[in-house]
């Protein structure tokens, strides 16, 4: 694991035996489960900004605005 940071990270209790059982049954570490994890969510948030960044020169209208609007339609 040379060039590879350690890291303490805090699971909930059912969820750490859960990611026990899954490692033991994949032949996979845990360590490798939460990399896949964490990669897999970057690649959602590169999506995410793939998606906005040619929106980014088009203006934008506050959430408050739209939740009013909402509020008069009487649909909030």
Same mark, same amino acid.
């Given at each position: =694991?040379?060039?590879?940071?350690? =890291?303490?990270? %805090?699971?909930?209790?059912?969820? %750490?035996?859960?990611?026990?059982?899954?490692?033991?049954?994949?032949?996979?570490?845990?360590?490798?489960?939460?990399?896949?994890?964490?990669?897999?969510?970057?690649?959602?948030?590169?999506?995410?900004?793939?998606?906005?960044?040619? !929106?980014?020169?088009?203006?934008?209208?506050?959430?408050?605005?739209?939740?009013?609007?909402?509020? !008069?339609?009487?649909?909030?």
């Amino acid at each position: =694991m040379e060039g590879e940071a350690r =890291m303490t990270v %805090y699971l909930q209790p059912k969820i %750490y035996r859960a990611l026990k059982v899954k490692s033991a049954t994949t032949d996979r570490s845990i360590s490798e489960l939460v990399n896949a994890a964490v990669i897999e969510a970057l690649r959602g948030d590169a999506i995410d900004v793939e998606a906005f960044d040619p !929106r980014s020169t088009q203006p934008a209208r506050p959430f408050q605005h739209l939740l009013w609007d909402l509020k !008069r339609d009487g649909l909030l």
